[in-house]
């Protein structure tokens, strides 16, 4: 019989095990060594049934001897190597989709695990969806052949858009979309359009910081970026509940707080004006052919909706840099650049991550929906981080007290065409931002809207402050810069199909 003491020292021991084994598994699952610009890699699939059922395949063959079918691996490991992650932890989930991609094709050393480059990429990519569902992420699957026929002009790397069942894309469409989008028609009193507000040489943004409608009435935020908006899959600012440009396209057209084109009341007299220009009659008989009147507000909506996402950008000298058409495509400044905003120590990069420079971002492919709001310290008029009415972010639409202040966080292509800054436009330039950022959070020191945002109790985590160089500001300023698609601003496709010869 053991004695006391030896009793006491076995249950220390088993106790002191239990503690380690449980300290392992309540660690946040972490991906070894993959690069943050890993994130901006994105899948080639439709991601259908057959693409799940060859990457569970794939992943017993390849990966479960040592993750363990269910993802959660053994309890020990072996030779004082890493442990292997928990693929079936639901904060796998905080991972892109070209984080597991990278590790998968690159391996591990530390855990032993070989890297995976003699499986197609295509395998490779059906691995990460089927580890998706490890974490317990119910996945969007599309039918085969789903895609319908269009003819995407993407940028090397770039995804596939999503597009909605109701209104499959068409060249007939784009084109009639465009002819709307800048049409001064579709406004109260024929003087503004679409493009008043998002114009190509500014990314489809503007240069004012809050957007002017019709009226001359000033909104409270300013004209977001069209730019790669086919990839957002909610719109706006911060309204949470808009998700389709066919519906939010009513909003500017018909909205009246704030007045934008000012066609409240005036939905007949639109339609009737677009009916009476024979280019019109012929532009919706091609983009609805076998309508009998194919000129209806819904088709106006499908139209813009289907030109919008067509502004797709990716061609910027980062873009050549970064897929190996052009090694020499950016400076040294802005590599090292590069590497300050996929720090740990700037953070840049969880808010503005992935292949379109920003987490909220969805496409053909992609398991699951990121949406994300943040509250960036730029206002803290209370002292428990409020905002000022209106522009109080989410919580304007929930009402709810810890959504104050949480905005979108845009798209940073062609950032530097698209000044000033933030939802309101209350920052004036690159240099100011990265301040801002760097103080982690805005001190406003007097007037309405005094206070010390790096204080809100709401703030994002991200937003906590750090020290560069000025020789570093200037890095960081170059890397933004190159991010600028010139083809994109000047692209004759996108432009103004009214506007006539030599104006």
Not at 13 to 23: N, P, Q, S
Not at 61 to 83: F, S, V
Not at 139 to 146: D, F, H, K
Not at 324 to 336: E, F, L, M, T, W
Request: glycine residues 10%; aromatic residues 8%; hydrophobic residues 35%.
């Amino acid at each position: 019989m053991k004695s006391r003491a030896g009793l006491t020292a076995l249950m220390l021991g088993a106790c002191a095990w239990a503690a380690a084994v449980t300290a392992a598994v309540q660690e946040p699952p972490h991906l070894h060594r993959a690069p943050a610009q890993s994130r901006m890699l994105t899948s080639p699939l439709e991601l259908t049934q057959d693409d799940l059922t060859a990457g569970e395949k794939a992943y017993a063959a390849r990966c479960a001897q040592c993750h363990g079918a269910d993802g959660k691996g053994p309890m020990l490991w072996q030779n004082g190597r890493t442990r292997p992650t928990d693929l079936s932890d639901p904060r796998m989930r905080e991972h892109a989709d070209g984080e597991i991609y990278w590790v998968i094709s690159n391996g591990v050393a530390e855990s032993g695990m070989p890297a995976a480059r003699d499986l197609a990429e295509r395998a490779r990519w059906q691995v990460v969806a089927y580890v998706r569902t490890l974490g317990g992420v119910k996945l969007t699957l599309a039918a085969p052949g789903s895609g319908g026929s269009y003819l995407w002009d993407l940028p090397p790397g770039f995804p596939r858009p999503k597009v909605p069942a109701d209104n499959p894309m068409s060249a007939e469409k784009v084109e009639l979309g465009r002819h709307l989008f800048y049409d001064t028609r579709l406004s109260a009193d024929n003087t503004f359009s679409c493009a008043s507000c998002h114009k190509q040489d500014r990314a489809f943004a503007d240069e004012k910081g809050r957007g002017v409608g019709v009226t001359g009435e000033v909104h409270p935020r300013g004209s977001m970026s069209l730019g790669n908006i086919a990839y957002s899959p909610v719109l706006t600012w911060a309204n949470p509940t808009q998700r389709k440009l066919e519906t939010q396209a009513l909003v500017p057209m018909f909205g009246d707080e704030p007045v934008e084109l000012g066609l409240s009341g005036r939905e007949k007299e639109m339609l009737a004006k677009l009916a009476a220009d024979p280019k019109y009659v012929d532009l919706f008989a091609k983009a609805f052919p076998g309508e009998l009147q194919p000129i209806t507000l819904a088709n106006v909506t499908k139209g813009i909706a289907s030109f919008e996402r067509v502004l797709i950008s990716g061609r910027s000298p980062y873009d050549r840099y970064r897929t190996g058409q052009d090694p020499i495509a950016i400076s040294d400044s802005a590599k090292r650049g590069e590497e300050l905003f996929f720090s740990e120590r700037t953070e840049c990069f969880h808010c503005h991550g992935g292949f379109n420079f920003t987490e909220t971002a969805d496409y053909i492919g992609k398991g699951f929906l990121e949406i994300e709001f943040h509250n960036t310290g730029l206002y803290n008029v209370d002292g428990k981080g409020a905002y000022p009415a209106p522009n109080t972010g989410v919580h304007a639409v929930s009402e709810d007290e810890e959504d104050m202040g949480r905005f979108k966080a845009p798209s940073l292509r062609n950032i530097a065409e698209t000044a000033p800054y933030m939802h309101d436009g209350s920052i004036a330039t690159l240099e100011e931002v990265i301040a801002h950022y760097e103080a982690g959070g805005r001190t406003i020191a007097g007037g309405p809207h005094a206070g010390d945002g790096s204080k809100s109790p709401l703030k994002s985590s991200f937003v906590k402050g750090f020290t560069l160089t000025p020789q570093e500001r200037r890095d960081l300023v170059a890397f933004l810069k190159n991010l600028t698609d010139q083809e994109f601003l000047t692209d004759p496709r996108f432009g103004n199909p009214w506007k006539k010869q030599g104006d």
